[in-house]
């Protein structure tokens, strides 16, 4: 049965399905640089488990946001921008902006980053 429909572009690109620019990996998360960048350094960090948006975390994807808030931090520092600073969006729903309907970070940086996204 093909359902790739229902799948969202970033389930497409975990599953190599799609491609993207990957600047980090492991089993629960993935970072990819956006397509559409919106400043120098744009990297979207999106767990594996495509949970629609912030509304449907729990208690029990509390270590994983942590997780993910440290992973974004990390990576700053890799491509460094952690330095002269970044910005941090997370896009929820239509009035909130998000598009793409799998939870996803966006790490912007590399000069002085307005709400862009
Ligand atoms: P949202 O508005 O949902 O928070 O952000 C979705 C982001 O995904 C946008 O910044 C957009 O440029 C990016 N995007 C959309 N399609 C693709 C794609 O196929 N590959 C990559 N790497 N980024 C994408």
Redesign the pocket.
């Known amino acids: 049965m093909d359902n790739s429909s229902s799948e969202s572009?970033f389930t497409k690109?975990i599953n190599r399905e799609?491609t993207?620019?990957i600047v980090y990996e492991d089993e629960e998360m993935i970072a990819?640089?956006?397509?559409?960048p919106?400043a120098p350094v744009h990297i979207?960090l999106l767990p594996k488990d495509p949970i629609k948006n912030l509304n449907d975390f729990t208690q029990t994807h509390t270590e994983l946001l942590g997780r993910l808030m440290l992973k974004a931090a990390e990576i700053a520092k890799k491509l460094n921008i952690a330095d002269t600073g970044y910005k941090i969006v997370i896009?929820t729903g239509d009035h909130g902006?998000?598009?793409?309907d799998h939870f996803?970070l966006?790490i912007l940086g590399g000069q002085r980053v307005k709400a862009v996204?």
């Open positions: 572009i690109i799609a993207a620019d990819i640089k956006d397509i559409n919106k979207l896009n902006g998000q598009i793409i996803h966006h996204v």
